[in-house]
């Protein structure tokens, strides 16, 4: 289920949008003003902003530049009531992937939004598959199918290294290597990482003495 951030504060357009796209399987977080937007990117991650422009404390473009300048490159859609051409230009400039202006029709939102999601998740470089688990290479990210999946540091450093040798025994003398930088990982340790990857369902096999295994269940 694709997660979007809806910024909006006309209440009545809110949940119009809210039970459009719900009805839609869309996963929406609805927040009313540029601060509560900001800090639901801390805490979440999301397929699509939705954002209006005029909204309280700091408006849409604000928000865009700051996420755009903080390396967050989730596609963004604009709505707004903002039609002129320097408007129009300033989203494109902030980081917009596309921009709507109000009052505009659902079907065509649904499209754009649609478009927007598919272009994203196709355009991931080196992503390698298994099962439903996706890890894009590039932006060092794991997900299960569209669902982002926060992991720790290490936890991280771990599914990179699997991921890239998929269906190989990686021997846990190479995994040491990885986590290893600066302070010892115990045996131990790599087994709670371990666990806890298996416990989000990585199907991840222990090849006895030698190191572990990841590979299509």
Known sequence: MSKILLLEDDEVL???????LESENFEITHVLDGEMALEATFINHFDL???????????GFELLKSLRESEDKTP????????????????????????????????????????????????????????????????NELYSGSNFIALSPYELRITKLLFQNVDKTVEKDLIFQHLNQGNEVSEGALRVHINKLRKIGLPITTIKGIGYRLAAS
């Open 49 to 59: 902003l939705l954002l209006d422009v005029n909204v309280p404390f700091f408006n």
């Open 76 to 139: 963004a859609i604009f709505i707004t009531s903002l039609s002129d051409v320097a408007s129009l230009s300033k989203g494109f400039d902030v980081g917009a992937d596309d921009y709507i202006k109000k009052p505009f029709d659902f079907d065509e939102l649904l499209v754009r939004i649609n478009a927007l999601i598919r272009k994203s998740y196709h355009t991931y470089a080196n992503e390698i598959k298994v099962d439903n688990f996706r890890f894009v290479i590039e932006k």
């Open 14 to 20: 809110s949940e119009t949008l809210v039970e459009l």
